[in-house]
């Protein structure tokens, strides 16, 4: 049975956005859902070592990840349309992501002191409609109010137009060009480094 017009999901203009803290966190627990995202990552796999993360997958990520809200760190936004939450974004200084730093390709392009838009997760019936590009904007202007000055993303550039969204999780590079990033550095030819220079 098709969807009334009325009850489709609300464009990316009309959504809201708040930074996690405990009382958010029940939200986002109903976004992600059982499998915590994807495949039991919680949205740890940036902030841990291979090993750890896998011990740790399903259960112990997710404790893993309430500790850092529990004490008072902002992990990401949540994009809510209504009172529902439909999109997430992790977004932290780039030193809460250890994983980037043992990356070869997502090392450091210089020491500048950026935050980094490391995941995001859309739920289904609110993808390809542009909630990413909100959530990226809304990112920067949490960064802006946090006193940062640049924020770095690590995108995918698809060599095909056919690509599973479960390995679009770092967002994809046409997205972050529509909210105004830049690519910085590409060390790979499929992922780029991208900037937004809030103040030079």
Avoid at 24 to 30: A, Q, S
Avoid at 72 to 80: T, W
Avoid at 161 to 189: I, Q, Y
Wanted: positive net charge; glycine residues 8%.
């Amino acid at each position: 049975m098709k969807k009334k017009e009325s009850s489709l999901p609300k464009p990316a203009s009309k959504l809201e956005f708040h930074p996690v803290t405990p009382k958010e966190w029940k939200d986002l627990v109903g976004l992600f859902g059982e499998r915590g995202a994807c495949g039991g990552c919680w949205c740890m796999w940036w902030r841990m070592t291979r090993s750890e993360f896998n011990q740790k997958k399903g259960e112990g990520n997710r404790k893993a990840f309430k500790k850092i809200v529990d004490r008072g760190e902002i992990p990401g936004i949540l994009a809510y349309a209504g009172k529902e939450p439909i999109g997430w974004c992790s977004v932290a200084k780039r030193d809460a992501f250890s994983s980037l730093e043992r990356s070869r390709i997502l090392k450091k392009v210089d020491e500048q002191p950026v935050w980094s838009v490391v995941c995001f997760f859309i739920a289904k019936p609110f993808r390809y409609k542009g909630v990413t590009i909100a959530l990226l904007k809304a990112a920067i202007e949490y960064v802006k109010k946090q006193g940062g000055k640049i924020v770095e993303g690590y995108p995918i550039k698809p060599k095909t137009k056919k690509f599973p969204d479960v390995f679009a999780n770092t967002g994809l590079a046409s997205a972050f060009l529509k909210a105004g990033f830049k690519e910085v550095a590409c060390r790979s030819k499929t992922r780029p480094i991208m900037r937004y220079y809030i103040y030079k």
